[in-house]
């Protein structure tokens, strides 16, 4: 897992503009509502790259590597995660939270399921 700290490119009376992704192609952006206390993930995907923007609250993230221990972040509002491909992750809303669920590779639309694969035991409840 990576994260970025997202800074504010441009700011003025009018509000302000952020740069999310640069230079990175994306074949599905979803937005994720969680309630406080929600977990969603404790899966990985084969043949998707998975980035995570988070636009608001605080969100607990657990990933893990084959044959690594389980890693875990709070991230807030302007963090952006990076998960590889076969990175297992999962996050659990620690107040009311949204984000972005940007993607390159198979795991979009209809196609979701096809290259999620979840886990047991998961890593995160």
Same mark, same amino acid.
């Given at each position: 897992?990576?994260?970025?700290? %997202? &800074? ?6 009018? @509000? ?8 990175? +192609?994306? =074949?599905? /952006? ?27 609250? %605080? &969100? ?6 084959? @044959? ?8 807030? +509002?302007? =963090?952006? /995660? ?44």
């Amino acid at each position: 897992m990576q994260i970025e700290k %997202k &800074i504010i490119n441009f700011e003025d009376e009018r @509000g302000s503009i952020r740069d999310i992704l640069i230079g990175k +192609e994306v =074949d599905a /952006i979803t937005l994720i509502t969680f309630k406080k206390g929600g977990v969603r993930g404790n899966h990985y995907h084969k043949k998707s790259i998975q980035y995570s923007y988070i636009v608001s609250g %605080k &969100i607990l993230c657990a990933t893990q590597k084959e @044959g690594e221990p389980i890693e875990t972040h709070e991230v807030i +509002e302007g =963090d952006l /995660i990076t998960h590889a491909e076969g990175e297992i992750h999962a996050f659990k809303a620690l107040d009311d939270s949204v984000f972005l669920s940007l993607t390159k590779g198979p795991r979009k639309g209809d196609d979701y399921e096809d290259d999620t694969f979840r886990v047991e035991p998961k890593i995160l409840s």
